[in-house]
């Protein structure tokens, strides 16, 4: 691994309800990364779906992690403010002739196509590349837009995962960076936020490991060096289910009732393989043993709390 001098890092969460103990170990080691060679971090608000997401959660959250110690050095613009920023970048991959329009349904798209990789979505066979000015006039209604990929292989050197290679054409397709109703997708918008934040190390869940390939295609696009990478493993309930925003009882609203922060960390700490038992220890304690070596590559099971 070859960490950057002066690392940045971030903390990306989506405000549409309280930290559960996945986000919380995520953001941890995020932090610990970062802290632990001297960086920064800058916290941003993931709040492209305004449907489900709004400031009194993201209130909290900022709350929450001040609470386990986690703190940050600036916030950067909440994505729902950025569409015009993200229109701007948008444009430039229209003026490279890489943008077309796609008219395929839900399930027109997964009738025909095999999956991706390994994130469960379709791999596009580019139906709608080559439709004619009078084929995409008689559809009638906005399309969403996909970016053409080139037939090459994308490299990640995890930190914790290892090797991760893609190729975009045959394993993923062209895919949607805005959907047809104008809003901007979760691709492009990380890409540019991280991209303009001079953010230089991404940590985030494993289940985000396979669309690194396309976040580096955007990257090399925009003109943005590629961050480094880890994909942090996913954390298991003590019986072996994966946490999910329904585990109400391993939210932080109901863990800040019965546990002190630095039971928290030390207890997740240790689920990582950062510790050899839990202990009680704060986040800047945590910092002065952390490294990406001790951290463990598969689910981790959570010790109990
Ligand atoms: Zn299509």
Not at 11 to 33: E, I, K, Q, Y
Not at 126 to 148: E, I, S, Y
Not at 260 to 266: A, I, K, S, T, V
């Amino acid at each position: 691994m070859t960490p950057a001098l002066s690392p940045v890092g971030r903390f990306a969460p989506t405000p549409s309800g309280r930290m559960h103990l996945g986000n919380v170990f995520a953001a941890m080691l995020a932090w610990l990364s970062v802290r632990s060679r001297g960086g920064t971090m800058v916290l941003r608000m993931e709040d492209l779906d305004t449907q489900r997401t709004g400031e009194e959660y993201a209130r909290v959250l900022r709350e929450d992690l001040l609470w386990l110690g986690l703190d940050w050095d600036l916030e950067t613009e909440p994505q729902s403010r950025r569409s015009a920023v993200y229109e701007d970048y948008f444009r430039r991959l229209e003026e490279q002739g890489l943008l077309y329009g796609c008219y395929c349904t839900r399930s027109q798209l997964h009738s025909v196509n095999a999956p991706h990789l390994s994130d469960g979505t379709y791999v596009y066979p580019g139906t709608c590349r080559d439709l004619t000015d009078a084929q995409r006039a008689a559809m009638n209604r906005a399309p969403a837009w996909r970016v053409k990929v080139p037939d090459r292989l994308w490299q990640v050197n995890d930190w914790v995962q290892g090797t991760y290679v893609e190729n975009l054409a045959t394993d993923c397709g062209d895919f949607v960076v805005r959907r047809a109703d104008g809003v901007f997708v979760y691709q492009l918008a990380v890409t540019v936020d991280d991209g303009e934040a001079g953010v230089t190390e991404v940590v985030r869940g494993m289940d985000l490991l396979s669309s690194a390939p396309r976040q580096m295609y955007l990257q090399e696009l925009f003109g943005f060096p590629h961050p480094e990478y880890a994909h942090v493993p996913m954390l298991m309930a003590p019986d072996g289910r994966r946490l999910s925003k329904r585990d109400r009882d391993l939210d932080l609203g109901i863990l800040r009732q019965r546990v002190r922060p630095e039971q928290l960390l030390g207890t997740l700490a240790a689920s990582a393989g950062l510790l050899e038992k839990p202990e009680a220890l704060s986040a800047k304690e945590l910092a002065t043993v952390f490294s990406w070596e001790k951290i463990k590559k598969e689910s981790i099971c959570l010790t109990e709390l």
